[in-house]
């Protein structure tokens, strides 16, 4: 069963903010009633813009490729004592799909299980990005959350949803430590991460954590296209989060800038994929190999921690 993320909402007053900053990632800005979404390929939905003031995530969507498969995910969260809410007509028709199902994960996140995704009416189209995304099996992305006990969150989506971990990073900071877990579905090398505060100065850590979703992650086709894009981001004056740099775990090479609503967009490319045969999870002591050099103003995130480990 390989499920894979397939859109993610978020809650927002800044709609012309996005419409720009899509612009210059390459994403096709297109308006959906209320709403607004930015296709990054043939798919009609992949972010939603949903209005509200929390300028964070809303909700996400893991996609199934058959009703069968989608009846059986809902049977084994009921069976595990999650509650499941149906999806309405109205979310059906904001989301593109057939069928979708909500709950609530350990951690407080809005989750849902989609199936029937579908394709917008006409083709996808960026200037800046004709080739679009690598979304396909592998999903759109990834996103990076905080968590109160990654290690529980973890654990619920293996023994509930069949996730698979990839790895997990200890980063030393501010006199305590922030532990990583990632999580597949597919052979991206993560579809959730789950990063929990550990000893950290609490004062540094409300402010690192401060939103549910600390970035999600696009992928381009190749280097040369996270080079040109890292010069737009420079000439449309958006700030940066973390310069370029390589991960130590999927071998992403990436920069992270700020969205209009503060969290993080990574933007990257040559990440590794996972063949659940052959591969054995790791520790990493370090997020990065090289690179991704904390920004000053970058945003409330890294920014904050960056201000800490400088005092």
């Not at 009609?44 to 069968?68: H, N, Q, T």
Request: with cysteine; net charge negative; charged share 25%.
């Amino acid at each position: 069963m390989n499920l894979k993320l397939a859109y993610i909402a978020i809650e927002t007053n800044k709609f012309d903010e996005w419409r720009e900053f899509s612009k210059v990632i390459g994403y096709q800005y297109e308006s959906a009633g209320d709403a607004a979404c930015l296709r990054m390929d043939s798919r009609a939905r992949r972010v939603i813009l949903v209005k509200g003031d929390s300028e964070d995530y809303a909700y996400s969507g893991l996609e199934m490729d058959s009703k069968d498969e989608f009846e059986a995910v809902i049977a084994r969260l009921r069976a595990a004592g999650v509650i499941v809410m149906d999806g309405t007509p109205e979310g059906t028709a904001l989301r593109a799909v057939e069928q979708y199902a909500s709950f609530v994960d350990p951690g407080g996140l809005t989750v849902e299980i989609a199936y029937g995704c579908q394709d917008a009416d006409t083709v996808f189209s960026s200037p800046v990005l004709p080739e679009g995304f690598v979304t396909g099996e592998l999903g759109m992305g990834h996103i990076a959350f905080a968590s109160p006990n990654n290690r529980e969150s973890e654990a619920f989506y293996i023994d509930v949803l069949g996730a698979r971990l990839s790895d997990h990073i200890n980063h030393k900071m501010a006199g305590g430590e922030l532990e990583i877990s990632f999580l597949h579905f597919n052979p991206r090398h993560h579809t959730y991460a789950f990063a929990s505060a550990n000893d950290i100065n609490p004062i540094v850590a409300k402010k690192a954590l401060a939103k549910k979703m600390i970035h999600f992650m696009c992928e381009y086709p190749d280097i040369r296209s996270v080079l040109q894009a890292q010069e737009r981001i420079k000439a449309a004056k958006i700030p940066f989060a973390l310069t370029l740099g390589e991960h130590t775990n999927d071998k992403d090479v990436s920069f992270y800038v700020v969205t209009p609503s503060g969290f993080h967009l990574e933007v990257g490319a040559g990440a590794l994929q996972i063949d659940d045969s052959t591969w054995v999870p790791q520790k990493h002591n370090a997020i990065s190999i090289w690179g991704h050099e904390y920004q000053l103003g970058g945003g409330p995130i890294l920014g904050a921690v960056q201000k800490w480990l400088l005092r």
